[in-house]
């Protein structure tokens, strides 16, 4: 069984930064980060694979990095700069059984999920 604890989640004011962390019980294949805000479907914000080769949504790109540290078992998500329109719940993700998506940001790839850690981003 996988378990999955995001924490780093917060408020923070425009042009700020955070850095959310996953902490994983388990081995895991690809791992990635959604977000979803009210009202609105849930998002694939990065993704990442074992050897570190990421993917990102196109309104993350150059701001947003996604890393894992396979020995400590960490995800994170460094969010630099922040736009009010990132404000969202963020919920970690992982893909626990071998397989070969195509895409990796659909949220049907993953089978393992936290509980989410609250982003608040003021203009």
């Known amino acids: 069984q996988v378990q999955l604890v995001e924490s780093g989640g917060g408020s923070v004011q425009a042009g700020g930064s955070l850095r959310l962390s996953c902490a994983v019980s388990g081995y895991t294949y690809l791992m990635g980060w959604f977000r979803q805000a009210p009202g609105k479907e849930r998002e694939g914000v990065a993704a990442?694979?074992?050897?570190?080769?990421?993917t990102y949504a196109d309104s993350v790109k150059g701001r947003f990095t996604i890393s894992r540290d396979n020995a400590k078992n960490i995800l994170y998500l460094q969010m630099n700069p922040l736009k009010p329109e990132d404000t969202a719940m963020y919920f970690c993700?992982?893909?626990?059984?071998?397989?070969?998506?195509?895409?990796?940001?659909?949220?049907?790839?993953?089978?393992?999920w936290g509980q989410g850690t609250q982003v608040t981003v003021s203009s």
């Open positions: 993700a992982a893909q626990t059984q071998a397989r070969e998506p195509f895409y990796w940001l659909p949220a049907d790839v993953y089978d393992s």
């Open positions: 990442i694979n074992r050897r570190s080769l990421t």
